[in-house]
């Protein structure tokens, strides 16, 4: 049950893109493609943002997207807004009936 | 809407015990499975359980193994956690989560659990 691994983190300018990695093993990420993304501003719940790898749910904006190849998934923000300043975490099934979430990424927006 | 509300946290010694709650509303609660996933302060989160529809299929984070209970009653629409032998190392807030397509969808705003003599 180790934390997937994304870079601490990452930053871009207005207009800009940021992409994110998350990387696991064959028995989470590889494994399945039960891959979220969640946003996290500071003091607040996180948000969905992405699941099942590339699916975005009602309400989020299409700058937001997601990919998967092999053991490691990515979430690129597109055309980078003040308000995508935020911390961003995924996730993946990780078999067994447990789950697995990453160590975080904090975008900075400059 | 969706609806999450925790309750139960607070101040509590190391080696006792606190139980969460966690109160559903704005869908049909028996239907969907749920979890408890924590942060630590300024830290990531961690997945700490998760409990299916009628009670019986539970899982838990190795660390909380044997400590923690998942449990909850469909006729109050309230998740639980029970937590016993706390360690400071479980200081955190506490979400509790509804589950959707396989994955944590909806999430409360969070109880604080600290640990401290």
């Known amino acids: 049950q180790s934390a997937l691994t994304q870079p601490p983190s990452a930053s871009g300018s207005p207009g800009q893109s940021v992409t994110i990695s998350c990387t696991g093993t064959s028995s989470d990420v590889g494994g399945y493609d039960y891959v979220s993304w969640y946003q996290q501003h500071p003091g607040k719940a996180p948000k969905l943002m992405i699941y099942?790898?590339?699916k975005r749910p009602s309400g989020v904006p299409d700058r937001f997207s997601g990919s998967k190849s092999g053991n490691t998934a990515s979430l690129t923000v597109s055309g980078l807004q003040a308000e995508d300043e935020a911390d961003y975490y995924c996730?993946?099934?990780?078999?067994?009936?447990?789950?697995?979430f990453g160590t975080g990424t904090k975008v900075t927006v400059l | 809407e969706v609806q999450l509300v925790e309750s139960g946290g607070g101040l509590v010694q190391p080696g006792g015990s606190l139980r969460l709650s966690c109160a559903a509303s704005g869908f049909t609660f028996s239907s969907y499975w749920m979890h408890w996933v924590r942060q630590a302060p300024g830290k990531g989160l961690v997945w700490v359980s998760r409990?299916?529809?009628?009670?019986?299929?539970?899982t838990y984070t190795d660390s909380v193994k044997g400590r923690f209970t998942i449990s909850r009653d469909n006729a109050k629409n309230t998740l639980y956690l029970q937590m016993n032998s706390l360690r400071v190392e479980d200081t955190a807030v506490y979400y509790c989560a509804r589950e959707y397509n396989n994955l944590v969808h909806s999430w409360g705003q969070g109880s604080l659990v600290t640990v401290s003599s």
């Open positions: 099942e790898v590339s």
């Open positions: 996730s993946s099934y990780a078999g067994s009936n447990n789950y697995v």
């Open positions: 409990i299916n529809r009628d009670g019986i299929t539970t």
